[in-house]
C-alpha cells in the first residue's frame, strides 16, 4: 500500500514543509522551506498546497501528519501543531509528534563523514544565554547505517549554556557504564555560544550547528507510523519546556529565565580545588529524609520533620541543593508582599565551603527578584559568627535586633539579628 506522511518544522526561524512518499516500495522526499522570522502561519499553508502539486497527489490521499513538536519558538511551536491538527480533523487522520531535538541528531547522523553509531548531545539556541538540551542513542545502528530508532536518554530540558560542561561532567561517567564509546555535540547553540567548544576533548566531539530539518522530520515520522506511535489530532501538543516565556530586563540581569522543573546547575569545587557540578532543584517529601539529616547535623536546635511538612504545604519556596545525585544542602524562603524573607540555609559539614550555601541563597534571590521583591531578610544568632561572616560577605546588613527569638541551652533565649539585602529590583523597570 502506497504511503505519504505530510511533515511540518516550524521550531526555529525556518518554516518547513516536506512530503515523504513511499509508492512501491520506494521512497522519495520532496521539501520546500523558507527563512520567515514572524511568518510561519503565512507562508506554512501555500507550501503544503506547493509539495502536494509537486508530488501529484491531492490532501484526501495523505496517510498520516508529521510536525516537529519542539521545544522550539514558542509562537512557531503552536503554528505547526495547529495546522497539523486542522489538516487532520479535516480528513480523519492522525498526527505523529517528533521532537526537534530529535531531529537534529537524526540530522546529523545521515550528514557526510558522520558515525551514525555514535550518541548525540543536541544543544539548541533557547536565547537569554540558554540553551535546549537533550541526548539521544541510536538503536541498531552500525559506524556506516543511519539507525531505524532511536532511545532518548535525556528528555529536552533547558539549561543556562555556561553550566552544559558542568552536567555532562556529571552525566558522562554514567553512559561510558552503558555501552557510550563517542558523543557528538550538535546543534545551533554551538554558533550562539562559543564556549560550548570546549566540551570536545576525549570521547566527546563537536558536531555542526544544525537547526531541525524538516525532511529529518518526515522520516522520522515515518518510521513512528510504521512502528503505530500515532496520536489523534485533539492529543496533538506541542513540546515546551520553558514555563514562563517573558522576562524583564531586570529579570535576566540577575539570571532569571529557564524552567525551574528543570533545576539549575553551577559549578563548585572539592577540597582539592577540582570543578563539581552542585544541581538545584525544589524539595519534595521525597527529600526530608536527606535534609533532617543535614538539618540536625549542623543546628543545636533544628527544624522537625512536622516544621518542613508544613512549609511544604504552605508553598513555601523550598529547594535542595545535590552533588552527585546526594542532597548536600537545603533552603527555606517566605515571600509576602513586600519582602522575601529566608527561613533557612542549611548545608552537610562535608559539602560546605564548596560554593553549596552560596548557591542556595543566590536562588532565595533569584525567586525574590522575580516577585518583584526589592528586599531579602533573615536572623542569624549573634553568636553564629561563622554565618554573619558569610552573609555580609553576599551583601547583607545588620538592620535590627528581635530580642530573645531564638531557644538556647539550659532553657535561656539568644536575640537574633535581623540581615537584610536588597535583590536589585526597580519598580516599574522592565
Known sequence: MDSYILALETSSSRCGVALLSVVEGRQSLICAGVDAIGQHAERLLPMVDRVLLD???VRQQLSAI????????????RVACGVAQGISYALGLQVLPVASLLAVAAQDATGPGADPSAWRLVVQDARMGEVYLAVYCPLAASATEAPA???????????????????????ISGWREHGLRSLRVVGDALEAYPDLAGLAGGEVALGEPLRPDVGAVAQLAYQAWRRGERVPPEQA????????????????EHGLGGNPKAGSIVAGAD????????????????????VLQIERAVQSFPWTRGNFQDALKAGYGAWVACMDDKVVGCCLALFAPDVGHVLLIAVAPDAQK??????????CERMALGRGLCKLILEVRPSNERAIAFYKHHGFEHLSVRKNYYPAAHGEREDAWVLEKSTGYVAGRS
Open 354 to 363: 564548596k560554593g553549596v550555601g552560596a548557591c542556595l541563597l543566590a536562588c
Open 149 to 171: 530508532a532511536w532511545q532518548e536518554l535525556c528528555a529536552p530540558i533547558l539549561m543556562n549554556s555556561g553550566d552544559v560542561s558542568f552536567w555532562l561532567a556529571r552525566k
Open 237 to 252: 501538543a506541542p513540546l515546551y519546556v520553558r514555563d514562563k516565556v517573558a522576562y524583564t530586563t531586570a529579570e535576566r
Open 66 to 77: 508529521g510536525f516537529g513538536q519542539g521545544p522550539g519558538g514558542f509562537t512557531g511551536l
Open 55 to 57: 508530488a501529484g497527489i
Open 271 to 290: 577540597s582539592g580545588g577540582v570543578a563539581r557540578a552542585i544541581s538545584l532543584r525544589a524539595m519534595t517529601p521525597d527529600d526530608l529524609d536527606d
